[in-house]
C-alpha cells in the first residue's frame, strides 16, 4: 500500500504552553526548552534549546504526517473521508461477443476454496451486490482503444466491501469472446485532511471463481474454478489471467476465445473478486528525521513553521552501547500565530 501524504506545512505562533517528560530514563541526561527570544509567528524559526548530551535524538515536529501520537495509526475515522475512486485503464480486443463485463460493489465473505459453498455465495452476491456498470454501461465500444475510467465508491466507504468484476457470455461456436486489458488499477481515499491513501493492485487480493470452468483436457484450466493463469500458460482462455511481468504493472486480463479455439473455450461466468477492503486506512505518520548522532553535539536545533496551529513537538533522545540502551522522550507544546 502505497499513501500520499500532502504534508500540510502547519503554522507557528505564539506562546509556549507546556514541556512535559515522557517515558523518562534516569540515564539519559537530555532536556528541550523553547529559547525566549521566540517569536512563535508563523515564518519565523523555532529555536529548541537541548541541555545534555545524548548518543542520538530524533524528532517528530507535530506536523500533519509527523505526530508521534499517531505513531501507530493505520487508519483514519470513516467521517474524514472526502472521497474514494476506482481508477483504471482498459481495453477491449479482438472478439465480436460484446456486452460481457459488469462490476459490482457489495459484502462478500470470500472464498472458501469448497466449490460448492463458493457458487453458492457467488450467487448471493450476484443477487445482492450493488451493480456500478452493467452489460449496458461498461461496453465494448467505449474501451476498443486504451481508455482511462473511474468509478465513484465514495458511497461504500462506510464499511468493509468487496469489489467483483463479472464476464458473462456465450460461446456460439462461430463469435470469438472479447479479450479485455485492465492497466494502472488502483484505488485512492482522499481524505478532508487533504492527505491520499493509495491501495494499488498488489493490495486487492485478487481471486478468481468460474461457474462454469473448462473441463477440457487440452485446457490448462481443466475443471479448476480457482484457475488464474498465474503461469502464464497458452493453452486457455475463457479465463481471467493474473499473471505478472515487468510490463504489465498492476494490470491484469480477461482473455477470451476464437473460433480456431473450440477445444479451449466455453460458456463463460467468471468472477474476480478482490478481498475485502476497508477505504480509510492509512500509514502510521513518520519521524521528521534524526537530528544528531554520537558524532555530533547539538546545543540547539531551529525549525520554521509556516501556517497558524497548535504543535506539540517530540524529541526522543538516547544513549546505546554494547551493554544496553536507554532513552528518554520530550514533549513542548506551542502556539504559532499568524505573522502581522
Not at 498488489?202 to 493463469?229: C, E, I, W
Amino acid at each position: 500500500m502505497k499513501i500520499k501524504k500532502s504534508i500540510y506545512i502547519l503554522a507557528v505562533g505564539a506562546l509556549f504552553v507546556s514541556c512535559n517528560d515522557l517515558d523518562v530514563d534516569d540515564n539519559v541526561d537530555f532536556n528541550v526548552s523553547l529559547a525566549p527570544e521566540n517569536t512563535y509567528k508563523a515564518g519565523e524559526p523555532v529555536v529548541f534549546n537541548f541541555d545534555g548530551n545524548p548518543d542520538y535524538i530524533t524528532w517528530w515536529s507535530g506536523e500533519e504526517g509527523h505526530k508521534y501520537a499517531n505513531r501507530e495509526r493505520t487508519e483514519l475515522p470513516l467521517e474524514e473521508i472526502e472521497s474514494v475512486t476506482l481508477n483504471f485503464e482498459a481495453q477491449a480486443r479482438y472478439g465480436k461477443v460484446t456486452n460481457t463485463l459488469s462490476l459490482f460493489v457489495g459484502d462478500f465473505p470470500g472464498l472458501s476454496k469448497d466449490v460448492a459453498t463458493d457458487d453458492s455465495r457467488v450467487a448471493d452476491f450476484e443477487s445482492d451486490a450493488t451493480l456500478l456498470s452493467g452489460n449496458g454501461e461498461l461496453l465494448e465500444s467505449k474501451f476498443s482503444n486504451r481508455t482511462a475510467t473511474s468509478f465513484d465508491l465514495t458511497p461504500y466507504s462506510t464499511s468493509e466491501m468487496t469489489l467483483a468484476f463479472h464476464y458473462k457470455a456465450d460461446f456460439d461456436g462461430t463469435s470469438a469472446l472479447k479479450r479485455w486489458d485492465f492497466y494502472s488499477v488502483a484505488i485512492t481515499t482522499i481524505y478532508k485532511n487533504g492527505n491520499t491513501t493509495t491501495l494499488n493492485l498488489s493490495d486487492l487480493g485478487l481471486q478468481t471463481f468460474d461457474r462454469n470452468p473448462n473441463t477440457n483436457p487440452k485446457h490448462a484450466q481443466q475443471g479448476d474454478p480457482y484457475f488464474d493463469n498465474s503461469s502464464g500458460s497458452s493453452s486457455c482462455t475463457g479465463v481471467w489471467d493474473l499473471r505478472s511481468s515487468l510490463t504489465r504493472v498492476n494490470s491484469f486480463m480477461y482473455l477470451g476465445g476464437g473460433t480456431n479455439e473450440t477445444d479451449y473455450t466455453n460458456n463463460a461466468d467468471d468472477w474476480l473478486f478482490t478481498k475485502s477492503l476497508k477505504f480509510n486506512t492509512c500509514d502510521p505518520d513518520e519521524n521528521s528525521g534524526v537530528l544528531k548522532n554520537i558524532n555530533v553535539r547539538l546545543p540547539s536545533y531551529s525549525y520554521v513553521y509556516t501556517q497558524p496551529g497548535t504543535y506539540t513537538v517530540t524529541f526522543i533522545a538516547g544513549n546505546q552501547n554494547v551493554y544496553g540502551s536507554a532513552r528518554t522522550i520530550k514533549e513542548v507544546t506551542f502556539t504559532i500565530k499568524e505573522k502581522e
